[in-house]
């Protein structure tokens, strides 16, 4: 599967746990995007990664949400002490670059988290 | 800030029947105009990129048109497998080598048989 790849596809938390949401991009895409849906609303971006470096987290809560995306392994979307609120599916997208033509994201399945 | 306004919000179609689906939008500097069909439970699936006014895509059943303003996906003769939400995004430069996407609301398409 040459797709972008995300896991888990569904995550149940208690209010208060932790929640780790990860995210394989497509083979040679070395860029990495993380956006939240909520029902209703619009894909709303998060964070731009590229290998070992937050490009753009504008888009991120200040509070409770990192992410990263290391020299080897997945990018990882931590968050921490779970709201209500943060029940969402997060979806992560890949490019291969930015710049025409290679802006172009690919979207993974989506993880859906439920907090309790 | 930037503003994506896709219209109608749900559409409702008899299998053969025609119709456009509109995205309007408001962005500084746009660097390309993307559309993407997600189904039920599943993340967006990339249809095409529109970069300059005047440029025409298509694909199968579908076409997508792009204008300083607006983008008009073009359905002609769809099918029940066609039903899905189509999403709008435009892409701006936001500094340095950082370009974003900015995502519109979505039309909720449903084309029954």
């Known amino acids: 599967n040459a797709g972008v790849m995300q896991n888990p596809r569904h995550l149940v938390r208690r209010r208060g746990q932790e929640a780790r949401l990860r995210c394989s991009p497509m083979?040679?895409?070395?860029?990495v995007y993380w956006y939240r849906q909520l029902p209703e609303e619009g894909l709303k971006f998060m964070v731009y990664?590229?290998?070992?470096?937050?490009?753009?987290e504008s888009g991120m809560p200040k509070e409770r949400f990192s992410a990263e995306f290391p020299k080897e392994g997945p990018s990882i979307l931590r968050i921490q002490q779970v709201v209500r609120g943060d029940s969402a599916a997060y979806f992560c997208?890949?490019?291969?670059?930015?710049?025409?033509?290679?802006?172009?994201?690919?979207f993974g399945p989506g993880t859906r988290l439920t907090v309790l | 800030e930037d503003q994506v306004t896709q219209s109608p919000e749900a559409l409702r179609l008899q299998e053969g029947e025609s119709s456009s689906l509109n995205c309007s939008y408001t962005?500084?500097?746009?660097?390309?105009l993307f559309w993407y069909r997600q189904d039920p439970g599943k993340g967006p699936e990339f249809l095409f990129t529109?970069?300059?006014a005047g440029e025409e895509k298509e694909k199968e059943r579908l076409k997508a048109t792009l204008t300083k303003k607006e983008s008009f996906l073009h359905i002609t003769a769809p099918k029940p497998e066609d039903s899905a939400t189509y999403l709008c995004?435009?892409?701006?430069?936001?500094?340095?080598?950082?370009?974003?996407?900015?995502f519109g609301k979505g039309t909720l398409l449903t084309v029954n048989p």
């Open positions: 997208a890949s490019s291969r670059g930015q710049g025409y033509s290679y802006n172009e994201q690919f």
């Open positions: 083979k040679g895409h070395s860029h």
């Open positions: 990664l590229q290998k070992e470096n937050i490009i753009d």
């Open positions: 962005v500084s500097g746009l660097r390309g």
């Open positions: 529109l970069y300059s």
């Open positions: 995004a435009v892409l701006r430069h936001s500094g340095g080598s950082n370009y974003k996407l900015t």
